[in-house]
């Protein structure tokens, strides 16, 4: 990657620009990358081996971010005074400490702080480098999931806070490659016995963080969508009210014990058999058996013309099928786009109910075998597909019966 600019006022120019998280090409938005990169300013040209450049994560142009740019004028500078036409110039890892959470002396990359648009112009901390991304594994979290003082709460996929008691809370996201980030100054109000806790998990920064919903909430004001399992709940509600509009009849049922479980839910940020069970007895709860039976037969009765005769013993599933089963023609989709509340169903068997050996293996094979997983130790890429399913099986049934 190279840049040129024929003269040094032309770089100038380059340099008075400020680069937002937005690409001006196509609109796409730009991540801090490391690269070996070239610059040419009039006839002096430097190689550097390991440069920080905002690139789009669409289209990849690149720009050159505010403390690139300041460290490309400073070697100008030395070259011009030295009368050095080119250099090789290696980033030796220089890290720059602010003045938070000094005696825990977390890893973090100063360069961050003044490349990523916008957190080093913060108007409401006046203190240098509050808003310095700090990494951590996902471990960070678990103890304190466990611990009752403290919570934990994923209200988006990605986009959280972490609290202990009244005494403090803060806002933390999780970037595209599964890092944990907090701001370095609000860790700073937390007590030592927590930073103590967190420190072993904290590891050197990726530079990703504007493609989050945690950059978005924090730095655009933008509102992140519900987590996916609250999704998928509130995908339920939208299609009983749709069934009620235009059946007059109410498959709601046990509401204020629902709106409990969602309330209560916290999404895993680690995935792990464990981890994913309360969600699995969540989403059970809601979907398969927080519906009214005794209407969904009336419902039945009304929508088909040859009822099954058997349909007295049916259970909530096999009502959404034959719903389904109104709006799409082949027998092999619907038995495929309902599978998803089956394996929901196999899944609360698994983990509920004390079986032999030899039936949760057969349990495990199906469930792996109907979403098409290599292993039931893949445990995120199933529970993530699951949950895909089961929203496309909701919108399904929403555009089926939405008048």
């Known amino acids: 990657m190279q840049y040129t600019f024929s003269t040094y006022e032309d770089f100038l120019k380059e340099y008075e620009k400020y680069h937002m998280h937005k690409c001006s090409?196509?609109?796409?938005?730009?991540?801090?990358?490391?690269?070996?990169?070239?610059?040419?300013?009039?006839?002096?040209k430097i190689h550097f081996n390991n440069l920080l450049i905002l690139t789009c994560t669409k289209c990849g142009s690149g720009c050159l971010p505010l403390y690139t740019k300041q460290i490309i004028n400073r070697c100008y500078k030395i070259m011009v005074d030295e009368g050095i036409y080119e250099s090789e110039q290696y980033y030796k890892g220089y890290r720059k400490k602010f003045d938070y959470c000094k005696e825990q002396d977390f890893i973090y990359?100063?360069?961050?702080?003044?490349?990523?648009?916008?957190?080093?112009?913060?108007?409401?901390?006046?203190?240098?480098?509050?808003?310095?991304?700090?990494?951590?594994?996902?471990?960070?979290?678990?103890?304190?999931?466990?611990?009752?003082?403290?919570?934990?709460k994923l209200g988006a996929e990605t986009y959280g806070y972490f609290s202990f008691k009244d005494e403090w809370v803060i806002p933390f996201g999780i970037n595209r490659n599964g890092k944990v980030v907090f701001w370095l100054g609000d860790l700073d109000y937390l007590d030592d016995q927590t930073l103590n806790i967190m420190k072993p998990h904290n590891i050197d920064s990726d530079h990703q963080l504007i493609v989050s919903e945690f950059y978005a909430g924090q730095m655009c004001c933008i509102w992140s969508e519900p987590n996916k399992e609250i999704q998928i709940c509130e995908q339920k509600n939208k299609l009983f009210n749709?069934?009620?509009?235009?059946?007059?009849?109410?498959l709601f049922h046990l509401e204020d014990e629902i709106e409990q479980q969602k309330a209560s839910f916290v999404k895993p940020v680690v995935f792990t058999e464990r981890t994913i069970e309360p969600s699995i007895n969540m989403l059970h709860k809601v979907l398969i058996e927080g519906v009214n039976i005794s209407e969904f037969r009336k419902l039945y009765l009304k929508i088909v013309e040859h009822p099954n005769e058997k349909y007295l013993?049916?259970?909530?599933?096999?009502f959404y099928e034959a719903l389904l089963a109104q709006i799409v023609v082949k027998e092999d989709d619907v038995r495929e786009i309902i599978a998803p509340l089956y394996l929901l169903n196999d899944f609360r068997q698994y983990y509920d109910h004390l079986l032999p050996s030899a039936k949760k293996n057969e349990i495990k094979e199906n469930i792996i075998k109907s979403l098409r997983i290599a292993s039931f130790n893949d445990i995120e890429k199933l529970y993530v597909t699951l949950l895909n399913r089961l929203g496309s099986l909701f919108e399904y049934l929403i555009l089926g019966y939405t008048p």
């Open 242 to 250: 749709a069934l009620l509009s235009q059946y007059n009849i109410s």
């Open 25 to 44: 090409k196509c609109g796409s938005l730009r991540e801090l990358s490391n690269e070996k990169v070239d610059v040419v300013i009039d006839n002096r």
């Open 313 to 318: 013993e049916w259970k909530s599933i096999k």
């Open 109 to 152: 990359d100063h360069r961050d702080y003044y490349n990523i648009p916008g957190l080093c112009f913060d108007d409401e901390h006046s203190v240098e480098g509050y808003l310095t991304p700090v990494y951590f594994t996902k471990k960070v979290l678990l103890y304190f999931m466990q611990d009752p003082d403290y919570t934990v």
